[in-house]
């Protein structure tokens, strides 16, 4: 048997195939359809300070290979999360990490210092990204002296793991994976949404409520690979991908590109199994190439006549 | 009514029998190699679409009607797009992959007198609701709207059921006009204590207008656009009085009293809250 452990700075998976934000609910939601216990672990969907009711519908517009979303982090604020889901979530096998967002510095921290006192939770992943909320969000993840600072300041109150999710949709990728870096984090995840839209030509209107969403799904693989691929030459600290994964293969080539772990996410909508296929498929490889750990396919790309 | 205590499955079944209704409308029946889990009126099934470039999730299509003792059920379906143009060249003996059930269910109404209103593909849940119906001695008033005679399917299936009454917008079959324009609704006094609705989104809101002006119950089945169908996604929401929620799971089927359909103070309301 291969070993499929990854570590992560302060952070040990059994296996380096999470679940993006947003995606996969906080687990509880399949379990009829996989165990979640085998999972590296599960990313949460996004928590902020406050009650959220998002966007209008209509929030989606199918695209070839993905689709675009505006859901704009709908959900029941930090202290709903703390008092009614993490309780039924926290024995789960795996680890629990949990998206955080906002719309200011100060929701940031309030929130990552909630997170910070629940046992179960290692990790959180702050959210400097979305393209969906008005205020903050992306805005937060597209200046490097505003990633380091708002990096810093959940730094400053949150002791555990802190990842930071990066938005792709920036002139310099590797310039905000250094701000982040520099602000603290341990881990950086990237890629986010990339910005698109989608029009209905009979109606000559946008499809979605917002006229522009982040687009997710096999379509952006390439960029994501790219991205990841840039920022983990670019930082000294471990390099969560994700991007269009709905393959072991994808899950492989974004290790090779330098990923330590991946995250599956628009596929889960598609076979909400797709996460345990591709941890087998990542142990069939392993086995096929004869390699003892997966920690060897990490930023092993071959360049220029390696 | 939430289906809650059913534990969904994604699972391979075979295409055992495909019927054709019209230009646009076919019928399929899959068949499961396991016993059917309980499925009720309401409910939905995601299936995946393979072999179209452009179809990239799930198509979420209501469940017709079940038998049990052969472990099959159907759905109808209706060409939109690439994606229902693949599964309408299905064959028998074709496996399709089929995440399944779905979704909460219409509830049983209080009297016996109740009326169905479908238009279009939104007759797709009634059928499985009139046989429910009947199934717990109720005999309803179905009530479905067409564009033309030639579009017109399986009436003699909802005849089993209940009383069927139609409308066409041409006149050519029934009473002439929408299904709101029907006679039904200018005799006065409803004599109904639910009415069941699905269809256009124009004509659930008409139908609800209606029954909520006779102050009759009225429960709607809703068909926003979904990516997962399990409640995750957060993409299929509807406003409600309690904010907004999933059509996926919280519905489809909902009583307009809970929807902020024609009411402006809660529309208003709705508007503000988006971030």
């Given amino acids: ?306 | 009514m939430a289906n809650t205590l059913v534990q969904k499955r994604q699972n391979i079944l075979e295409v055992t029998g495909k019927r054709r209704l019209n230009d646009r409308h076919f019928i399929i029946q899959l068949t499961s190699e396991e016993p059917l889990p309980m499925m009720l009126p309401g409910n939905f099934v995601q299936v995946l679409v393979e072999g179209s470039p452009t179809t990239f999730l799930r198509r979420p299509l209501s469940i017709h009607e079940v038998n049990y003792a052969q472990n099959s059920f159907r759905i109808l379906i209706q060409i939109k797009g690439d994606g229902t143009r693949q599964l309408s060249r299905l064959k028998n003996g074709d496996k399709l992959n089929v995440i399944y059930p779905l979704g909460n269910c219409f509830s049983l109404p209080q009297g016996k007198e109740v009326l169905l209103v479908g238009g279009g593909c939104g007759v797709a849940p009634l059928l499985f609701l009139a046989q429910f119906l009947r199934q717990n001695s109720i005999r309803p008033v179905i009530l479905t709207g067409w564009r033309t005679q030639s579009d017109i399917f399986e009436l003699e299936e909802y005849k089993k059921s209940g009383e069927v009454l139609m409308t066409t917008e041409d006149g050519s079959a029934g009473e002439k006009g929408l299904v709101t324009d029907h006679s039904l609704f200018r005799s006065g006094k409803l004599p109904f204590s639910r009415i069941y609705c699905c269809g256009p989104d124009p004509m659930m809101k008409a139908v609800a207008g209606l029954a909520a002006s006779h102050g009759i119950d009225c429960e709607v089945s809703l068909e926003n656009t979904m990516a997962c169908g399990i409640g995750v996604c957060l993409c299929c929401v509807t406003p409600t009085v309690s904010g907004n929620e999933r059509v996926c799971v919280e519905g489809p089927v909902f009583n307009t009293k809970h929807l902020t359909w024609g009411n402006p103070d809660k529309e208003a309301c709705q508007n503000k809250c988006h971030g």
């Fill in chain 1, 1 to 306: 048997m291969a070993d499929l452990n990854v570590t992560l700075g302060p952070l040990e998976l059994k296996n380096p195939v999470l679940t993006a934000s947003g995606t996969f609910g906080c687990g509880e939601e399949f379990t009829d359809f996989m165990d979640v216990n085998r999972l590296g672990g599960i990313v949460v969907k996004a928590v902020t300070g406050k009650n959220r009711d998002g966007n209008p519908y209509p929030r989606m517009a199918e695209t070839p290979m993905g689709m675009l979303n505006a859901v704009g982090l709908q959900n029941k604020g930090v202290d709903y999360f703390i008092r009614e889901i993490y309780p039924r979530i926290k024995d789960f096998d795996t680890q629990i990490i949990v998206n955080v967002s906002g719309s200011t510095l100060d929701e940031y921290v309030e929130v990552a210092g909630k997170l910070n006192d629940l046992d179960k939770i290692p990790a959180i992943e702050v959210n400097i990204s979305c393209p969906n909320v008005k205020q903050g969000g992306m805005a937060f993840g597209t200046i490097p002296a505003t990633a380091t600072e708002v990096t810093r300041a959940v730094r400053d109150v949150y002791k555990k793991t802190l990842i930071v999710k990066l938005s792709p949709n920036v002139t310099s990728i590797t310039d905000m994976a250094k701000a982040a870096a520099d602000g603290g984090a341990d881990i950086i995840s990237l890629i986010n949404t990339l910005l698109g839209m989608a029009i209905n030509a009979e109606t000559r209107r946008p499809v979605l409520s917002t006229i522009t969403g982040g687009l997710s799904g096999p379509a952006i693989k390439p960029v994501a690979l790219r991205m990841v691929w840039q920022v983990s030459k670019a930082v000294k600290i471990p390099v969560i991908g994700l991007g269009g994964i709905r393959t072991a293969t994808d899950a492989i080539e974004f290790m090779l590109a330098g990923a330590s772990a991946v995250q599956v996410g628009t596929a889960n909508f598609i076979d909400p199994a797709v996460t345990l296929k591709i941890i087998d498929g990542l142990e069939a490889y392993l086995q096929r190439h004869q390699i003892n750990s997966v920690k060897e396919l990490i930023g092993s790309l071959k360049v220029n006549g390696e």
